[in-house]
Nanobody, 123 residues
């Protein structure tokens, strides 16, 4: 139901936009989150966006370099990553959480997730 794409091999300093296409759910009723898992590390929260898209939240480690957005008409969420660093190398996952509140984001408790997309940053 969630398919992340847009990853690949890039150079440090490059930018990248990841996409998450949703199907089989009412996209406008779910908050969306992005997570990542680097080799040998636990999965970590990266960013989240409310149902309407007006509220966003970011992990401190990516604040200022990552931008989360969504297009409810296209059932798609995005994660723009600027000035990529080697430590951004990870599999990036998008997840969806059913939300009864419009203007709130979540870093935990997601209901749906899919296969991730690998981002590899070379120095």
């Amino acid at each position: 139901q969630l398919q992340a794409s847009g990853g690949g091999g890039v150079q440090a300093g490059d930018s990248l936009r990841l996409s998450c296409a949703a199907s089989g759910l009412t996209f406008r009723t779910v908050a969306m989150g992005w997570f990542r898992q680097a080799p040998g590390k636990d999965r970590e929260f990266v960013a989240a966006i409310s149902r309407s898209g007006s509220v966003t939240d970011y992990a401190d480690s990516v604040q200022g370099r990552f931008t989360i957005s969504r297009d409810n008409a296209k059932n798609t969420a995005y994660l723009r990553i600027y000035t990529l660093k080697p430590e951004d190398t990870a599999v990036y996952y998008c997840e969806a959480r059913i939300s009864v509140l419009t203007e709130i984001t979540y870093s935990t408790g997601y209901n749906y997730w899919g296969q991730g997309t690998l981002v590899t940053v070379s120095s």
